[in-house]
């Protein structure tokens, strides 16, 4: 009855492959089927103690209130002392962020939409390195951007293009380059060198550089991640263009393994923060007071025991090494590139041309003893038509022995789909 | 350095004035000045002690998780049976809503900006009745549209124009009306006849009609809301209509006295829902699990403690009693509409062309034994220009002795205001 009932920005607004499979998923389970999800990043580790003392604290004193819309002081100024304590440890050369360079939001994801309200007209462009995280294109759509790719391919290392390549993407348009670093789905860290590069081509084009830092904690190997904080010139005047190019964005979820909270950080210089706040208070009005005491509490407890990410590194690479063991026993005609962080990998399958049919096949039409396994086609974290048609992202949120039996199922799963797609174009008698 | 650095829409987001004097005010306490915040409507109320059982019940599984785009299930199917209890129990006749018509947010600002975000693109206009809670502006202005006012008056019990007077200011760039029963800030509650009536041209015209009915059960008197699920024109084809333009925004914030939570709910049938969820998706990813699961057992708990909220009314009840009582004593030239519902109070300063200056000296350099009040200033709930200049906000959010002592603190810093102006002019010697 209503002609043009929504807004010209809905259109592109597609629920994410991710959630499409979860809300299938669930309702598996709740039918009583074992669904190892893989297709989220949503950790099985149980969460930081200290998280639920504080929240059990809080609420006893019966007083639950509106927070500043810049977010709680306590947790703006526990997140700077961790942010710095975490490379002052290992003695790496940073920018020193203090309370007024922290903005407290509804996670990483309203951190972006808050941020790409706030410097992004409709029609308006953010490069993104390529394959990225497939919500970032919904987020932009909100404020009527749209995305560009940078693009990188497992072949050359996801290695990033020379400056000269991302320039040519450039156009009076170009607001911002955006990068995940460890990037989610690749699992790549970015060198030093690449971050650089980014930053320079950042500053000539006076173009904001978002750096998605949720996974800097999330290394599986040696190799550490860079973060945009630690860039250096060795250049006064290029440095302080840098200062007011930065929006670094990152999250409680992994960190803590609380995705339930919705708690998000963004770290820029105060005079782009105060302005980026103004969107937070006319979006959501402020963030759950509660919810960042608790996580104050964590960040504070981590400066204590510097062990727990330690061991939360130790679990997740434990788990990448039995699952990489398994694909090459399971499913040796799959290539598998070890991703250095983060907690995905990207599996692809060559003999596919679009491997979406037979993700859904597994999860609702394939069982092996009343399990099967929930994956993320991977196209959606690519913007270039045709990449990612025969590749997977799964999440390694279980535990090695699961991750072990998912391999098993998926290697099962493709057998019963060559039969199910022969019986398929069998004629009918 | 950069020029257009930020997005059109960010210089029509400006810090509310209720916000400015929360940031004063909180400033001024750490500095050991006793303030009563009547700026903010933050009940000091003890929140509901089931949701305190709830969230430690919930933190000690140790998974606090991704939720559904749309919100559990859990809260969306508590809170459809509370709502069609609330109007139940009465034997009010309303529309009965199921889980399938809930969609969980960050607060009822969430719901609102999402709702913008999904029907307005930019330069469309949505028509307020103007007093109107002054944020409206803002979460309207993230999605580029404007807000037009109806205006209502105190001097006629604010009540609403006739449907020609309203329909004179539709244009084909309108897409809602919107309204708030009991109104925050006046304390109107719109008759059914009003409601119907907005309900009317809104299908006339092919708008939504956006009800914020957050204040619901926020009665100071006999005056019960009526709201849009409550609307009946006996006739099924008119009916039907409604149903399709019938967007519903609610919080658990002030029923429970829980702002802190930021769980909003927004009440629509599912079409609609299911293309607002997808801003939901794209602003905040989704809401907090273990404070849904928290609301959700505050909800479950009035539904079998219906005294919970004729208690709080009563609170309020009493409180707005003391005020009304030290007005007439301490504020004899005010004139102070008695409120039918929510918990503010509308103050009208005769003597003053704009209160703005006064509220600041009150706030910041006057103190009556240390003790001062902070007020919100009313210009901001108008949009015609100049009306509202002489008015002040108060909410009823502390104790009666606290609200006679402050109209007394109000009554002694009007003295010392005119003393303070006359020190102002007088020549320098």
């Known amino acids: 009855m209503f002609a043009e009932r929504y807004a010209d920005r809905v259109q592109f607004l597609n629920p994410s492959s991710i959630r499409k499979m979860m809300a299938i998923a669930k309702g598996l389970i709740a039918q009583g089927k074992t669904v190892y999800e893989l297709n989220i990043g949503q950790p099985d580790i149980e969460c930081i103690p200290e998280f639920c003392e504080a929240i059990d604290k809080k609420a006893r004193t019966g007083q639950i209130n509106y927070s500043p819309i810049i977010g709680e002081k306590y947790l703006r100024e526990t997140y700077a002392r961790y942010l710095n304590n975490f490379f002052d440890k290992d003695g790496k050369p940073h920018l020193v962020i203090d309370t007024d360079n922290v903005l407290i939001t509804v996670g990483a994801s309203h951190a972006l939409t808050s941020c790409f309200l706030g410097i992004c007209n409709p029609g308006d462009e953010v490069l993104v390195i390529e394959p990225y995280f497939s919500p970032y294109s919904g987020f932009l759509a909100v404020a009527g951007g749209k995305l560009k790719a940078i693009p990188t391919r497992a072949e050359d290392d996801f290695a990033l293009p020379p400056a000269e390549e991302i320039e040519k993407l450039i156009t009076p348009k170009t ?100 302005k980026l706040a103004l969107v937070v208070a006319h979006t959501t009005a402020c963030v759950s007071d509660i919810m960042q005491y608790g996580v104050a509490w964590a960040y504070d407890a981590i400066l204590s025991r510097p062990d727990y990410l330690d061991n939360m590194r130790k679990v997740y690479h434990e788990r990448l090494e039995a699952t ?29 041309e679009d491997i979406t049919e037979f993700s859904h096949f597994m999860l609702e039409k394939f069982n092996l003893g009343n399990e099967t396994v929930a994956v993320t086609p991977a196209a959606s974290f690519y913007l270039t038509p045709g990449y990612g048609r025969n590749e997977i992202r799964i999440a390694l949120v279980v535990d090695p022995e699961k991750m072990r039996r998912s391999s098993q199922i998926i290697s099962e799963a493709l057998k019963a789909f060559s039969q199910f797609k022969v019986n398929l174009v069998r004629p009918m008698l």
Chains 1, 2 share one sequence.
């Open 324 to 352: 990489m063991q398994a694909i090459a026993e399971y499913l040796p005609g799959v290539v598998a590139p070890k991703p250095d962080g983060a907690f995905y990998l990207m599996l692809k399958f060559p003999e596919f």
């Open 175 to 274: 607001r911002a380059i955006l990068f995940n670093s460890p990037n989610n789905p690749s699992g790549k860290i970015y060198s030093a060198e690449e971050v650089e590069r980014l930053a320079k081509i950042c500053i000539d084009h006076k173009l904001f550089i978002i750096s998605d830092e949720v996974y800097r904690e999330m290394t599986l190997g040696d190799k550490e991640a860079f973060s945009v904080l630690q860039v250096d010139f060795g250049n006064e005047e290029m440095n302080e263009k840098l200062k007011n190019a930065i929006i670094m964005i990152d999250s409680a979820s992994k960190t803590f393994s609380l995705c339930g909270v919705r708690i998000g950080t963004l770290v820029a210089r105060q005079p782009i923060l105060e």
